[in-house]
Nanobody, 123 residues
Framework: QVQLVESGGGWVQAGGSLRLSCGASGRTFSLDAMGWFRQAPGKEREIVAAISGSGRPTYYSDSVKDRFTISREYTKNTVYLQMNSLKAEDTAVYSC????????????????WGQGTQVTVSS
């Protein structure tokens, strides 16, 4: 079972940027697809972005396309989510996820989850 630990959340004004990090351990990092999900109060959890084990392909939800970038650094077993041009509607708990299957990540059913990190965007 892979362990995932997120960091980098916080408070930012609208239009600002944040970078989330997710460190993975317990499994060969390059074999897992990784994803970022978010859940806002009163809403269902939704996928934000995904990246395959090899780094390509990547997936972005329409709501974050062209603003967010997912990447992974193999030497650090870490996946990142660079969030630019943040909006108030991006406020949510962001969670990292991992699975051997990229399709399961994109389909919203990964096998492993991190604990989540709060992102608050103030307008």
């Amino acid at each position: 079972q892979v362990q995932l630990v997120e960091s980098g959340g916080g408070w930012v004004q609208a239009g600002g940027s944040l970078r989330l990090s997710c460190g993975a351990s317990g499994r060969t990092f390059s074999l897992d697809a990784m994803g970022w999900f978010r859940q806002a109060p009163g809403k269902e959890r939704e996928i934000v972005a995904a990246i395959s084990g090899s780094g390509r392909p990547t997936y972005y939800s329409d709501s974050v396309k062209d603003r967010f970038t997912i990447s992974r650094e193999y030497t650090k077993n870490t996946v990142y989510l660079q969030m630019n041009s943040l909006k108030a509607e991006d406020t949510a708990v962001y969670s990292c996820a991992a699975d051997a299957s990229y399709s399961r990540i994109v389909g919203g059913q990964p096998g492993s989850w991190g604990q989540g990190t709060q992102v608050t965007v103030s307008s």
